[in-house]
């Protein structure tokens, strides 16, 4: 119950310290330091980013969702082809998914050329792959449950009853 | 010439709250620890109900009490919520805000000369609405260390056994109280024995955050004289869009419904949209408000104790009510705060008896500007050492 508690926080904003997690959650600051320590340990909390809106900055940075279709074969199964292509660095995520196609994967890199690029000589070659659809990231408007627009202003009275 | 303003009217005086709103004017980095509603904005699906039933023309005034099904689906809610029975065709009235069906029962309920027992410090409308209404108040003071719940003793001492209604909220606004079932036993049996009708205020029911919140009109003898208030501006963050119910006796909602259809007609027809969808399908956005403001109680609870501001343990609504530190009245200690750290809380008297010495502190505020609003009280009370 308490690790829900401090995975529930870390979730909220991982930025939290031990010692107001601690606060929001009646638990001692170095309890809390153990259960992030076990979280982390048990594979369960595998890293801490920060929430990017790219387009407030001045450098490009291209991003892509590529619907991949594969072919399995006695010897291949998803989580090979998975393999092979998560160790890429352009690669941020990965996902099989239901539906049209197998694979969901998000690629990122520095230009539409680098991208493209990427895809046509490393990912399509690879022999399980029988189609690749690239969908280049125009606007985002949602990254990791925080809304990118200016969000709803605070216009309360400073005093109300 | 001078227009002769009432008599009712001129007893009233403005709220308390005024003054601060010109300090707080005078300075752009103030963290507002004041506020008595909620930080969310309305969850997205109620808004978008009410959106779309203004694109469909829906702006045309409602049943007197509401439209049925919103009336059906409160009535379904509080059953489920709080296990109260009503009959949405005659016991329930949805009203602009609970504010106006507490004034609606005031009207209804008191003749020139009743007494309204008020449990104090307490939400600060109660008295006005009896005042306006033609009733005296007989203040009930509750103390801190009865965390601030209202007992039989606190009852008997300030005379309310001779009054006509009682007057309460749980979870309190301004302390952060809660009574439990254990706790209103007593209370109803006073209310009994002495034939007092109670106006019970539940608007922050949801907003319990240590066991279920127990409703006064669920005990035995109590639904035939209470009254229940309840409305969509705290839990599910609607204060903007003022709606709010009464549930009660048949006769005593009709009685404020006659009131309620010569001067309101209906509550605000997009609000009760908005409602219907937030009974609805809202459930988990009020969970999730609720979890939020759990863990900031703890926190500005925590830190206040770190700082060495002795505050009893607030378990419902948002607020807690921290003792200011000797020496200080809690409206020198407000100003002071306000005007050298940007921090602006509201002092405990302004809810009444009991209050003095106290500082309605509000969590409804993002954890951040707490942590800063509260690293400022620190900074201040060093100084001040
Ligand atoms: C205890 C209490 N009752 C009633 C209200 C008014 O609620 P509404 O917005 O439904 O009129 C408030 C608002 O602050 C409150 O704190």
Redesign the pocket.
């Known amino acids: 119950m308490s690790e829900r508690e401090v995975l529930e926080s870390l979730r909220e904003n991982a930025r939290y310290s031990a010692a107001d997690i601690a606060r929001m959650t009646d638990l001692e600051e170095d309890e809390v330091e153990a259960i992030i320590e076990e979280l982390e340990a048990a594979g369960v909390v595998r890293g801490y980013q920060a929430v990017v809106d790219w387009d407030k900055l001045e450098d490009e940075r291209v991003r892509a969702e590529v619907e991949l279709n594969v072919r399995l074969d006695r010897e291949t199964g998803y989580s090979d082809i998975a393999d092979r292509l998560a160790r890429f660095p352009q690669v941020t995520a990965l996902r099989l998914v239901s539906g049209d196609y197998d694979f969901d994967m998000e690629v990122e890199g520095d230009s539409i050329r680098e991208v493209s690029q990427f895809i046509s000589e490393k990912v399509a070659p690879v022999p399980e792959i029988t189609q690749t659809v690239t969908h280049y990231v125009m606007t985002s408007y949602k990254e990791n449950g925080i809304e990118l627009g200016d969000g709803d202003e605070d216009d309360r009275l400073s005093f109300?009853? | 010439m001078t227009i002769e303003l009432s008599d009712r009217v001129k007893t009233v005086p403005p709220s308390g709250i005024r003054r601060f709103f010109e300090i707080a004017e005078e300075r752009d980095d103030v963290i507002s620890l004041g506020v008595?509603?909620p930080d969310f904005s309305t969850p997205w699906a109620a808004r978008d109900a009410a959106i779309t039933s203004l694109e469909q023309g829906k702006t045309s005034y409602t049943a007197n009490k509401g439209k049925r099904e919103l009336r059906e689906a409160i009535a379904g809610y509080v059953a489920d919520r709080f296990d109260l029975g009503y009959d949405p065709g005659e016991e329930i009235i949805v009203t602009a805000?609970?504010?106006?069906a507490?004034d609606l029962a005031f009207r209804a309920l008191v003749d020139p000369g009743d007494t309204v027992a008020i449990a104090q410090p307490s939400?600060i409308?109660y008295e006005p609405g009896v005042i306006f209404a033609g009733g005296e108040v007989c203040p009930v003071p509750t103390k801190e260390e009865d965390e601030f719940r209202l007992t039989v003793d606190g009852l008997e001492d300030a005379g309310a056994a001779d009054a006509d209604l009682l007057v309460f909220?749980y979870p309190n606004?301004p302390t952060g109280a809660i009574m439990r079932e254990s706790d209103l036993e007593p209370i109803a049996a006073f209310a009994r024995e002495h034939d007092l009708t109670v106006l019970s205020?539940e608007?922050?029911a949801e907003l319990t955050y240590d066991g279920e919140h127990t409703s006064i009109a669920t005990l035995p003898g109590m639904r035939e004289r209470t009254i229940v208030?309840n409305?969509f501006?705290k839990a599910h963050a609607m204060?903007g869009l003022?709606l709010?119910y009464a549930l009660g006796p048949a006769d005593v909602v009709g009685a404020m419904n006659r009131i309620h259809q010569y001067t309101m007609l209906s509550a605000p027809t997009t609000a009760q949209y908005a409602a219907l969808e937030a009974l609805d399908s809202c459930e988990d956005d009020v969970r999730e408000m609720i979890d939020q403001y759990d863990r900031r109680r703890r926190f500005v609870l925590s830190r206040f104790r770190e700082i060495g501001m002795d505050v009893f343990e607030a378990k419902g609504a948002f607020y807690c009510f921290p003792e200011v530190p000797s020496g200080w009245t809690a409206e020198e200690f407000a100003e002071t705060v306000l005007r050298e750290q940007g921090v602006a809380v509201v002092p405990g008297d302004v809810f009444g008896e009991g209050g003095e010495g106290h500082l309605r502190v509000s969590y409804a505020t993002s954890l951040g500007d707490l942590r800063e609003a509260l690293t400022r009280i620190e900074a201040f009370l060093e100084e001040q050492a």
Do not use: H, L, M, Q
């Not at chain 2, 805000?97 to 106006?100: K, L, P, V």
């Open positions: 109300s009853p | 008595g509603e805000g609970a504010s106006e507490v939400y409308s909220c606004n205020d608007i922050y208030f409305g501006s204060t003022r709010g």
